[in-house]
């Protein structure tokens, strides 16, 4: 089958069987909306950030606390600063839940970096990522004798960023519903042409 040929099939089937298609589509995306809304919990990310800055250094020695970032990153999701958060904290949260709630970014060049912590509970969310700021602040200076880092802005329950998988269920419900009933009735359509193509070779043998 030519190419051509092939789109022109497509075209046919599609607007021939559009009302039906759109209307599975649309059927799809309600079931996925319904889904993911009833199914499928947000999360929310809370961001507490924190300024790195000896106030005794000089301006050409500032790329040393850019480079003790990384030492940063490591000491904040340490057992010695996470165990008094999960006392902190009005939660039943291990050491090991908060770890893999928090995650620490930093800009390259920048002397700021911030402390996200992702939670189904937005309150969880800021109350934890706050409590581990704190607690990375005090211990700084008996962990390395250091007291360079300030916070520069506490998260806030009211300015956190919330995702969801909604849409993508949403999506997923509505292509399989609707791409499913065009290829159905596309072999539909290849089917009934087959057999056309049978009859019509059958009639020509005869004559």
Known sequence: MSESKELEQIWYVMKRRSWWI??????????????SSYFVKPSFTSTTTLLVDDK??????KQQDIN?????KDLIVSTDVLKPVT??????LSVPTIR?????????????FAINVKSKSANQSTEVANAIAKEFQNKLSSMMNMNNV????????DN???????????LVFGAVLGGGSFVYFWMQEMSKREKKH??????????
């Open 198 to 207: 049978i009859e019509t070779s059958r009639v020509s043998r005869l004559k």
């Open 68 to 72: 003790l970032i990384t030492t940063y």
């Open 87 to 92: 006392e902190d904290v009005d939660s039943n």
């Open 150 to 157: 300030s916070i520069i802005d506490r998260a806030q329950s």
């Open 22 to 35: 759109i209307l599975l589509t649309i059927i799809g995306l309600t079931i996925g909306f319904g889904f």
């Open 160 to 170: 956190q960023v919330e995702s969801s998988k909604s849409t993508f269920y949403i």
């Open 100 to 112: 893999s709630m928090v995650s620490v970014t930093t800009n390259s060049g920048s002397q700021v």
């Open 56 to 61: 005794n250094k000089t301006s050409s020695d």
